[in-house]
């Protein structure tokens, strides 16, 4: 067979059914190879589509998403969404056409160097060297996308390497290994739990990664620990854990940042102390002894010094910490401050408050469904305001905070899961990011619903001009932004508009109902803000408040 | 502060890139570099001599992670006290 038809056979090896890709010259015998091959490809509309439809196949579902582009332009293209899936800790595997080998150096057409441009933004990068080791590194790229602490892989395979022949050889899929804890660490852990008069548990999206949801619940369920939740693991803690405090952070609830403040222990599972999540650094959780949990070595101490740090698969370490202190007044402590600080809905005035819509949405939406979301304001909201079943269930960058994530993402989500509603919601500087994915939805007449909040300015950048730099409103006005409802309905997508809070149910519904796509514009004030918020280089106890918090 | 570290790595075309990048970008400044290729095994051995005011641990657990390193060890530290990153026990 040739090179091409064996990288169709490796994918199939590892169980891939679908990716997401665009063809060009250096790719071309891989395109060839797939007009013949089981595994189903999505052609996006730009390389960037297909790379966070990757993203968002792998997120939603923990499998590993695969992407394709031809070399040059169309490997460059795949750049932003390698990075967000490095930063965000998701397994892609890219595969790039190359120019021939004997081309490479030349400056050729097409001709860059991607394994070069691949190093920053990827987990491991592999420039194929000959025919004789395409196999193996095919194979070791699925294995270290999903080791460890997943990321995205790169395999940049030259012409010639795709145009040769070669044998095909079954090759066993290893299993894969994790670090073995020492037991004493795990003692101490469970001393100090045992020992803690105000235990927290800061989780992160390590534990989704490790398919640990189920052993996550149990331990809280167990040790009733009160817990706080990064912006990738909302989703973990279930809703109706009585005492989950929420999101942590910059945009968090009050009582999860207030509890971060008081507690003496905090057991970080999975997290890695984000400045988005810390506030100034050497405010945080001041008072607190810290476990840190993890499989990446290279998190802990990083930025705050773990007492007793264990690096471990999650599934099998979080069962061996079940320890339950007796701390009945940090208990009350949590829920009053869970009451003090629940979010509020009484929004006067007959315009649309996003975070109200959001939160009915969520509401409103059957148990089966996964929200994706752009960069902004909305982002935020949709993290404060809707509630999740698993973090599988919330598709939100987090670490590189990508603009035009969104739509793209929640395409590869739909494919990944047909029967689930899948949901973006965009904002309109977002949206425009990636908009030409509407022709991939309509191509696929893929059910994805689009909820855009258009307050006409990029929001969350016009807050921070607000609040930080005396209301020089610096190039964030979209008030001449196209007519959305035309623009989805040049895609043959149904369109509704709607600017008033009485519509939002019955849209909702219209919108839920709707057999295929279906895009739900929501004109919002251009003056609500994303409350609370702790200022860049606070301390997360030094929170401002808006009006409607 | 100023560090000696020793890496054996397989030998792939763009291993010292790898190094070096992640050398620059987690902070540290590369004073001195000596690589060998060893083609019997495949692998390069490859002494660093690097300085800067972050934690050492910190640049020694990122560039274990790089796949295609196989060892790392930390020969030599001079220097002022370490001063980390904000660090708070
Ligand atoms: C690719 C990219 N470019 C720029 C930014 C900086 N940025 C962060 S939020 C934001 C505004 C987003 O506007 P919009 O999508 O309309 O959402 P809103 O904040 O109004 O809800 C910008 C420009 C980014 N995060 N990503």
């Known amino acids: ?549 | 502060m100023t560090h000696t570290i020793n890496l054996t790595a397989q030998s792939r075309p763009e291993v010292m890139e790898r190094v070096l990048r992640v050398v620059r970008h987690r902070g540290f400044a590369l004073n001195s570099v000596e690589m060998n290729n060893c083609t019997t095994s495949n692998t390069l051995s490859i002494k660093l001599t690097v300085s800067g005011e972050r934690p050492i641990s910190n640049l020694e657990n990122q560039l274990k992670k790089l796949y295609d390193v196989s060892q790392l060890e930390l020969c030599q530290t001079q220097g002022m006290n370490e001063s980390a990153v904000a660090m708070n026990a």
Request: hydrophobic residues 40%.
């Open chain 1, 1 to 549: 067979m040739t090179g091409a038809e064996l990288v169709l056979k490796v994918l199939q090896q590892h169980g891939i059914k679908h990716i997401f890709g665009y063809p060009g010259g250096a790719i071309m015998p891989i395109y060839d190879a797939l007009y013949d091959s089981d595994v189903q490809h999505f052609l996006c509309r730009h390389e960037q589509g297909a790379a966070f439809s990757a993203i968002g196949y792998a997120r939603s579902t923990g499998t590993v998403g695969v992407c394709m582009a031809t070399s040059g332009p169309g490997a460059t293209n795949l750049v932003t969404g390698l990075a967000d899936a490095m930063m965000d800790s998701v397994p892609v595997v890219a595969i790039t056409g190359q120019v021939f080998s004997s081309l490479i150096g030349t400056d050729a057409f097409q001709e860059m160097d991607v394994l070069g441009m691949s190093l920053s933004i990827t987990k491991h990068s592999f420039l194929v060297q000959s025919l004789d080791e395409l196999a193996d590194v095919l194979h070791q790229a699925f294995e270290l996308a999903q080791s460890g602490r997943p990321g995205p892989v790169l395999v940049d395979i030259p012409k010639d390497i795709q145009i040769g022949s070669v044998d095909f050889e079954p090759y066993p899929i290893a299993q894969r290994e994790f670090p073995t804890p020492s037991q004493d660490d795990i003692a101490q852990a469970r001393d100090m739990i045992g020992a803690a008069q105000k235990p927290l548990f800061y989780v992160g999206g390590g534990v989704g990664a490790a398919d640990a949801i189920n052993e996550m619940q149990d331990l809280l369920e167990y040790t009733q620990i009160p817990a706080i939740s990064t912006l990738k693991a909302l989703g973990t803690v279930p809703t109706e854990y009585p005492y989950n405090l929420g999101f942590v952070g910059m945009h968090g609830n009050q009582a999860a940042n207030l509890a971060v403040q008081e507690c003496d222990l905090l057991i970080c599972t999975g997290a890695r102390f984000d400045d988005r999540v810390t506030g100034k650094l050497d405010t945080f959780a001041p008072h607190a002894k810290v476990i840190h949990l993890d499989i990446d070595p290279a998190e802990i101490s990083k930025l705050r010094k773990a007492d007793v740090s264990i690096l471990a698969n999650f599934k099998k370490l979080l069962p061996e910490l079940k320890v339950a202190p007796h701390t009945p007044e940090w208990l009350a402590r949590a829920s009053g401050l869970i009451a003090e600080y629940a979010w509020r809905y009484d929004y006067p005035g007959e315009q649309i408050y996003a975070p109200r819509l959001l939160n009915q949405l969520s509401k409103t939406l059957p148990h089966d469904h996964v929200v994706s979301c752009d960069v902004g304001q909305h982002q935020m909201w949709v993290a404060q305001h809707m509630l999740f079943t698993s973090p599988r269930n919330h598709l939100s960058s987090g670490g590189a905070g990508t603009m035009g994530f969104g739509l793209p993402v929640a395409i590869g989500a739909q494919v990944a899961r047909p029967d689930s509603v899948s949901v973006v919601v965009s904002g309109d500087g977002s949206f425009m990011m990636n908009v030409q994915e509407l022709g991939t939805i309509k191509r696929f007449n893929l059910p994805v619903k689009i909820v855009l909040l258009d307050n006409q300015r990029l929001g969350m950048v016009k807050q921070w001009q607000e609040l930080f730099f005396e209301e020089r409103y610096s190039e964030t006005n979209l008030s001449d932004n196209p007519d959305f409802v035309t623009l989805a309905k040049a895609f043959d997508i149904p369109a509704l508009s709607i600017d008033k809070a009485d519509q939002v149910d019955n849209a909702l519904q219209t919108m839920i109902n709707s057999d295929g796509p279906f895009l739900l514009h929501v004109q919002i004030d251009d003056k609500e803000n994303v409350w609370p918020l702790v200022p860049p280089g606070k301390a997360n106890d030094d929170m401002l408040e808006g009006n409607n918090t």
